[in-house]
């Protein structure tokens, strides 16, 4: 269940180096990276891709009901819907989900585990130590995410995308989690998914 946010297009930009065309007033309520998943309110980042770049979708997410279109470059969307021009649509995706989930790494105890292999059972191992002593940890990663022994979701990546993540850590937060492990893949790591996340560990 995704927390219940609303914030003007422009707050979740501040300190970020964009350029805003449109009303920057408009209320984001979700964000989305894939336009068959824009409802209206939804913030959409125009990623490119390996198969598919986002921007080409930027139409789309505008004819869905998007509150504003992030992208690295130009875009034909509707008069009147807003965009924001960024260096770098992931490193901005970053910076807005932690900003928009109101940055939910900080108040959990968060640890990262990396490397090529045995990433999944240490985030056991580390999540089991925890729930002995008495605190409630999640953990995110290959075989998805859970809190304690509740399943939130089952995942697409070993380390979801920024917004999901942040969203997925508000979810730990609101439930009243200590913390969090969190597989941490190199893929990640390049793709800017960790980059507001406060890690502990």
Do not use: C, W
């Not at 979708?57 to 034909?76: L, M, S, T, W």
């Amino acid at each position: 269940m995704q927390p219940v946010t609303a914030e003007p297009l422009e707050r979740l930009f501040e300190g970020v180096p964009v350029q805003i065309r449109g009303n920057p007033e408009s209320i984001v309520s979700s964000i989305a990276t894939d336009s068959r998943h824009v409802r209206p309110g939804a913030l959409f980042f125009a990623l490119p891709g390996a198969r598919a770049d986002g921007h080409d979708f930027a139409a789309a997410a505008a004819a869905a009901g998007a509150a504003g279109i992030v992208a690295q470059r130009e875009v034909h969307v509707p008069e009147g819907t807003p965009v924001v021009i960024v260096p770098d649509t992931l490193v901005a995706l970053s910076k807005v989900a932690a900003r928009f989930y109101e940055d939910p790494s900080r108040h959990l105890v968060m640890v990262g585990v990396t490397g090529t292999n045995g990433k999944t059972t240490t985030t056991f191992f580390i999540e089991a130590i925890a729930r002995v002593a008495g605190q409630q940890f999640g953990v995110i990663g290959t075989l998805g995410a859970r809190l304690g022994a509740q399943p939130i979701e089952r995942l697409e990546n070993t380390t979801p995308f920024a917004h999901d993540l942040q969203r997925i850590l508000a979810e730990f937060r609101n439930a009243g989690g200590r913390g969090a492990v969190l597989e941490v893949s190199s893929h990640a790591l390049q793709l800017h998914r960790v980059d507001d996340v406060a890690f502990d560990v």
